[in-house]
Nanobody, 115 residues
Framework: QVRVVESGGGLVQSGGSLRLSCEVSGISVTAYRMGWFRQAPGKQRELVAF???????NYEDSVKGRFTISRDNAKNTVYLQMNSLKAEDTAVYLC?????????WGQGTQVTVSS
């Protein structure tokens, strides 16, 4: 059984930082494309960043230079370091594992940035 569990969200002031964690069990994060998505109220879910199994990364334009996706293979965990947070980063952040035409999702963690 695959489990994806996010943590690390919270309330932070504009300009602050948070680190989100995505703990995965049942599959290896090194074998899947791991992604962070976010969904704000009334908006579509959007891809924020992803990390391919080979280690390459990609970021949505608005977070380039501020967010960093990484993984700890030993802990089977993926992280999203978020710096210089802005009010428009407020959303539920969800972790996703994609591979072999399968998607696995977590429940999400709320990030709220006060201006």
């Amino acid at each position: 059984q695959v489990r994806v569990v996010e943590s690390g969200g919270g309330l932070v002031q504009s300009g602050g930082s948070l680190r989100l964690s995505c703990e995965v069990s049942g599959i290896s994060v090194t074998a899947y494309r791991m992604g962070w998505f976010r969904q704000a109220p009334g908006k579509q879910r959007e891809l924020v960043a992803f990390l391919n199994s080979g280690g390459s990364t990609n970021y949505e334009d608005s977070v380039k230079g501020r967010f960093t996706i990484s993984r700890d293979n030993a802990k089977n965990t993926v992280y999203l370091q978020m710096n210089s947070l802005k009010a428009e980063d407020t959303a539920v952040y969800l972790c996703n594992a994609y591979g072999w035409q399968m998607h696995y999702w977590g429940q999400g963690t709320q990030v709220t940035v006060s201006s």
